[in-house]
């Protein structure tokens, strides 16, 4: 499967904004999906995952409360919805897949398909 991430660009403290994860070559309905991001200097950290089904969905503490992550099966595509933005929250932002079962779902080593990334910057 390739991924294609998309919608990332400039905004406001306190504003919103959702990114997609684009899919082509396989239904994403095959895989668990997984959002992570990556700011200067740090290591990538998991963000949200969703289950193949749509239905339980994960989030880390840092964005629980204020995204979402969902699927669009006729559009084969993921989004990641995150409001009340925090310049904290600037990274690049990858989806990623897995046909896995197993493992921890916030380990990226899980998931071996990777989107190429979306820069989300946020001022103050």
């Known amino acids: 499967v390739q991924l294609q991430a998309s919608g990332g660009g400039p905004v406001q403290a306190g504003g919103s904004l959702r990114i997609s994860c684009a899919a082509s070559?396989?239904?994403?309905?095959?895989?668990?999906m997984g959002w992570f991001r990556q700011a200067p200097g740090k290591e990538r950290e998991f963000v949200a995952a969703i289950s193949r089904s749509g239905g339980p969905t994960v989030y880390a503490d840092s964005v629980k409360g204020r995204s979402t992550i969902s699927r669009d099966k006729a559009k084969n595509t993921v989004y990641l919805q995150v409001n009340s933005l925090k310049p904290e929250d600037t990274a690049v932002y990858y989806c990623?897949?897995?046909?896995?079962?197993?493992?921890?779902?916030?380990?990226?080593?899980?998931?071996?398909?990777w989107g190429q990334g979306t820069q989300v910057t946020v001022s103050s």
């Open positions: 990623a897949a897995t046909t896995s079962v197993t493992g921890d779902y916030h380990d990226s080593r899980r998931y071996g398909y």
């Open positions: 070559g396989h239904s994403l309905s095959n895989y668990f």
